[in-house]
């Protein structure tokens, strides 16, 4: 993905709750696109990746997100929020150029809040 | 499978001094990049290697910053001389060659500079 926008630096959600995170990125080839979550005082850890494969992907710990390309959205989604879900959350992307990995374009993070 | 490692977990030190820190990537992966994240600006990519090979440095701030990889399994970023703007948690990925492959991350360098 040539940029990743990440709607909203900090997102606050009840205990139980939806929780949806949004990506949008921009790109003139077929993407590859990323979901990471942040701990803190750790690294960023992998939740899912998309895959030309399917549109909807499954994650780690419950959470899933959908590639939109008429939207151009990779929103990550979990229906019922945990306590334990508060964290930092990226999106990433990056363009395929026959066979080999660039650089992924990181967004700017959006900070969840899980309230009791 | 070990993940990628990296050291020191923290360290402090004094402005001027140098400061090195270590990437052991992921055994078979054939990137590493090198970021720095900080409140102000969030995660930022410094440099990254392709086989060894520095690709892209157009990220590391200044000359005071420098990177080398002399082999598969071992990085370097070093600061000399340091400064306390330098400040910030330094993080080392790395990944396969290959569409969709993502980067695994180390668990950092908190760096404070006095």
């Known amino acids: 993905a040539q940029s990743v926008t990440q709607l909203g630096s900090h997102v606050s959600v009840s205990e139980g709750a939806l929780v949806l995170l949004r990506c949008n990125y921009s790109?003139?080839?077929?993407?590859?696109l990323f979901w990471y979550v942040q701990y803190p005082n750790q690294g960023l850890q992998l939740l899912l990746k998309?895959?030309?494969?399917?549109?909807l992907v499954k994650g780690i710990n419950g959470f899933e997100a959908e590639f939109k390309k008429s939207e151009t959205s990779f929103h990550l989604t979990k229906p019922s929020a945990h306590m334990s879900d508060a964290a930092e959350y990226f999106c990433a992307g990056g363009e395929y150029y026959g066979g080999s990995q660039g650089n992924l374009i990181f967004g700017k993070g959006t900070k969840l809040s899980v309230k009791p | 499978d070990a993940g990628v490692i990296q050291s020191p977990r923290h360290e402090v030190t004094e402005m001027g001094q140098e400061v090195t820190l270590r990437c052991k990537p992921i055994s078979g992966h054939d990137y590493l990049f090198w970021y720095r994240q900080t409140m102000m600006r969030g995660l930022e990519l410094l440099i990254y290697f392709n086989n060894n090979v520095p690709i892209d440095d157009s990220g590391m701030p200044e000359d005071r910053f420098s990177a080398k990889m002399p082999n598969a399994s071992f990085s370097t970023l070093k600061i000399q001389p340091s400064e306390p703007r330098d400040s910030a948690v330094y993080f080392c990925?790395?990944?396969?060659?290959?569409?969709?492959?993502?980067?695994?991350f180390g668990d950092g360098t908190r760096l404070s500079i006095l």
């Open positions: 990925a790395s990944s396969r060659t290959g569409s969709n492959q993502p980067q695994h």
């Open positions: 998309y895959t030309s494969a399917a549109t």
């Open positions: 790109s003139s080839v077929p993407p590859y």
